[in-house]
């Protein structure tokens, strides 16, 4: 499945779960994907990492350098708030790559987001200031609004 893209409009956010195999570009993809629509990336965001999501060029580095390319496009879209993400991850390769990752992370960094690795459900709905089991109703029943890699049928006309 790679990346499932989901919206809420009440409460207001993204829930995005990461599975299988994830590839660099199926992220670029994501990201991209979101820049088109300012209210997935104005909203907070739940991500949940299955146990069986691994990632084949996904690296702290990859990351680090896709953050830079952001910045501009971010501080353009100009966001009237930090945007909160809770990061829910079961598989121990992409906690791995993710801890690296987020060394150094602030909310003054140029990229608008606090994002926080999280271990339970209860933690990530109370990051979010969201009820845990609205939250989790929410990443298994809001709708899907795109799929990466995209397939045939997967991808909705519109985010909202």
Same mark, same amino acid.
């Given at each position: 499945?790679?990346? !499932?893209?989901? %919206?809420?409009?009440?409460? %207001?956010?993204?829930?995005?779960?990461?599975? #299988? /195999? /994830?590839?660099?570009?199926?992220?670029?993809? %994501? *990201?991209?994907?979101?820049?088109? %629509?300012?209210?997935?990336?104005?909203?907070?965001?739940?991500?949940?990492?299955?146990?069986?999501?691994?990632?084949?060029?996904?690296?702290?580095?990859?990351?680090?350098?896709? +953050?830079?390319?952001?910045?501009?496009?971010?501080?353009? &879209?100009? *966001?009237?708030?930090?945007?909160?993400?809770?990061? *829910?991850?079961?598989?121990?390769?992409? +906690?791995?790559?993710?801890?690296?990752?987020?060394?150094? +992370? !602030?909310?003054?960094? #140029?990229?608008?987001?606090?994002?926080?690795? /999280?271990?339970?459900?209860?933690? =990530? &709905?109370?990051?979010?200031?969201?009820?845990?089991? !609205?939250?989790?109703?929410? =990443?298994?029943?809001?709708?899907?609004?795109?799929?990466?890699?995209?397939? =045939? #049928?997967? +991808?909705?006309?519109?985010? #909202?």
């Amino acid at each position: 499945m790679a990346i !499932t893209q989901r %919206h809420s409009a009440f409460p %207001h956010l993204c829930l995005v779960e990461f599975s #299988g /195999v /994830v590839f660099l570009k199926d992220v670029e993809e %994501h *990201l991209k994907f979101r820049f088109a %629509h300012r209210d997935l990336l104005a909203a907070d965001t739940f991500c949940q990492v299955r146990e069986d999501c691994h990632v084949v060029d996904v690296t702290a580095k990859a990351i680090d350098a896709l +953050r830079a390319s952001l910045r501009a496009p971010l501080k353009a &879209a100009a *966001l009237p708030m930090i945007r909160r993400t809770a990061w *829910l991850v079961f598989s121990p390769a992409v +906690r791995a790559v993710l801890i690296q990752a987020m060394r150094e +992370r !602030t909310t003054t960094d #140029g990229l608008y987001a606090a994002p926080r690795l /999280v271990s339970t459900p209860a933690e =990530a &709905a109370q990051w979010l200031g969201a009820d845990e089991a !609205t939250l989790m109703r929410l =990443a298994a029943e809001a709708p899907i609004v795109a799929t990466f890699p995209a397939r =045939a #049928g997967a +991808r909705a006309a519109s985010a #909202g």
